[in-house]
């Protein structure tokens, strides 16, 4: 599932109402940055305080000189490679469809120059037909059961195994129920109140300050400005708390409708048997997005490489990058089958990374994904991951998220999977975002992902937040390294990102759970936040011969 839907504040936060900075200088060490504050708690920088320009671009600033946790892109372009352009990089988002007519990302597409487009033919044969800028697994599929609701009902898995999951449909349906309820509830709320005081200050737009200019004379206005002003504790307007709750209601509708109903069945279009390896006649050449919603590709491929400094949009991590669109991920869980056949895909068609931002709590077929990984290890492809957002512990059992790089906690099946979780823009005890999974042995090291500006479908431009966001964050570290320095083999990339990153050593709250925190080195293999100037820099000592690994 591409779980990029992050319920946000609004419930938790309205439920009882309606129911009742500078930085010291760094130390430095062969011109990587070491932690630059030795209690961050000391500096914090809430969201709030930034700049339009600073929000929308804030995982490429630098903790020293703006004090937030960027990655220093900027500076890594500025002092590093601001004249040196590498050698061109593909990477393969593996993902939903990407719009490929997008603006800011039609320039940096991967092209199958060895394919002639629309004539139905396999020219290359490499077993694709007419894959021009990738392929497309899901046919015209897009809305999907999670997978242990199809393993209900296809019968699949052990008798134990058959009963978790229907313990956990139980329990998401419920919750899915009680979300819609309750969203549904607080636009109503939100809505009445908005229009009442609308009627009352005679104008459409309002901010904050126009609502403590109002005298409450009434029990209903009371209530109105109780509401409107936890909204705006939340989001910046009205309409953009109205659309959000939409989009709650949205998703939750969505989720009883098609990823938690036992009786849909949205693979039938596709044709294929999903659960067959060997079955390998489906889907196309075509790996757009097929409907407005399907974002997810689009914004991910953006973050890695959208088009820089051509006075539109936003700049990508990366520069010298092709995307190879893989469309794998559904509105729901992605098919282990689907996942595994695109990893191969990617590999084979000259990818050096791989960015899956996506993951589920059940893999029935977790071995078919395992053997593609050790497959794009043995090609010296690098496997960049989500963490994922239930804000869990991946070092618990419980608490499965696949695909993943070893079992059961044991040692590393390969040596090129980068696990990555999601940081805020604060500088602080908040620095990891509430909903961000964790874990010593699962998650490797933490990039910003929360509110992370870029494409969307349409030649549009939107925030949005999770690991999903992240992980892209990464790969675009990793391409700019193995741009500049392209003998770098897969696993020493990611031994470079883990070692070069900024080593927090205060604690951060975990899981949004204020009883709950640990260090980063605790809750990370790295203990360590992604910085791309330290990577190139560490990069450059290792392909000289300088530093071994």
Not at 498 to 509: A, D, M, N, R, T
């Amino acid at each position: 599932m591409t779980n990029t839907y992050l319920k946000p504040l609004i419930i938790t936060s309205l439920v009882a109402l309606l129911t009742s900075c500078g930085s010291t200088s760094p130390a430095s060490s062969g011109g990587l940055i070491l932690t630059p504050v030795e209690n961050i708690d000391a500096t914090p920088l809430k969201i709030s305080n930034l700049t339009d320009d600073e929000k929308k671009n804030w995982g490429h600033l630098d903790l020293v000189a703006d004090t937030i946790p960027g990655m220093s892109v900027n500076k890594a372009y500025d002092e590093i490679i601001k004249n040196r352009k590498g050698t061109k990089t593909i990477v393969a988002v593996l993902d939903s469809g990407i719009d490929l007519n997008h603006e800011d990302l039609d320039g940096v597409l991967w092209t199958n120059t060895k394919e002639k487009a629309g004539n139905n033919i396999d020219d290359d044969g490499n077993g694709y037909i007419d894959d021009i800028h990738g392929y497309n697994f899901l046919g015209e599929s897009y809305n999907e059961q999670l997978e242990y609701v199809r393993m209900l009902r296809l019968n699949i898995g052990d008798a134990a195994t058959l009963s978790k999951a229907k313990a956990e449909l139980d329990k998401k349906y419920n919750e899915a129920l009680q979300g819609k309820q309750q969203y549904e509830q607080i636009y109503q709320a939100v809505k009445n109140a908005d229009a009442e005081v609308r009627t009352y200050l005679k104008k459409d737009v309002y901010t904050k300050e126009d609502l403590a200019g109002i005298e409450a004379n009434s029990e209903s206005m009371q209530r109105n400005l109780a509401i409107l002003n936890q909204m705006f504790s939340i989001k910046d307007s009205i309409p953009e708390v109205l659309k959000e709750l939409q989009n709650g209601i949205k998703h939750y509708t969505e989720q009883l409708n098609y990823n938690l109903n036992k009786d849909f069945d949205g693979r039938a279009v596709v044709g294929d048997d999903a659960y067959d390896i060997t079955d390998t006649d489906y889907g196309n050449g075509n790996p757009q997005n097929r409907v407005d919603d399907e974002s997810h590709g689009t914004h991910v491929a953006g973050i890695i490489a959208a088009e820089r400094n051509n006075g539109i949009g936003v700049n990508g991590v990366a520069n010298n990058v092709a995307i190879m669109s893989i469309r794998a991920v559904p509105n729901g869980d992605e098919y282990d089958k689907d996942i595994a056949r695109g990893i191969r895909y990617a590999v084979d068609n000259g990818a050096r990374i791989i960015n899956g931002s996506f993951g589920k709590s059940f893999s029935p077929k977790a071995e078919w994904v395992y053997e593609a990984i050790k497959y794009a290890a043995k090609n010296n492809v690098l496997f960049v991951h989500a963490a994922g957002n239930d804000g869990a512990n991946l070092d618990d059992p419980n608490n499965g998220n696949y695909p993943n790089d070893q079992i059961n906690n044991g040692p590393e099946i390969a040596d090129n999977v980068l696990t990555v979780g999601a940081l805020n823009p604060k500088y602080g005890s908040e620095l990891v975002a509430s909903y961000s999974n964790y874990g010593d042995i699962n998650v490797d090291v933490f990039a910003p992902g929360t509110d992370i500006y870029s494409t969307y479908p349409n030649n549009s431009y939107e925030f949005s937040p999770g690991t999903s966001m992240a992980a892209p964050a990464v790969a675009g570290i990793a391409a700019l390294v193995m741009s500049q320095y392209p003998s770098l083999t897969a696993a020493q990339v990611k031994q470079i990102i883990l070692e070069s990153g900024l080593p927090i050593k205060s604690k951060v709250i975990l899981g949004g759970d204020n009883s709950k925190n640990a260090s980063l080195k605790e809750i990370s293999t790295s203990g360590k936040i992604a910085n791309a100037y330290n990577a190139l820099v560490m990069a450059g000592q290792v392909a000289s011969g300088k530093l071994k690994l």
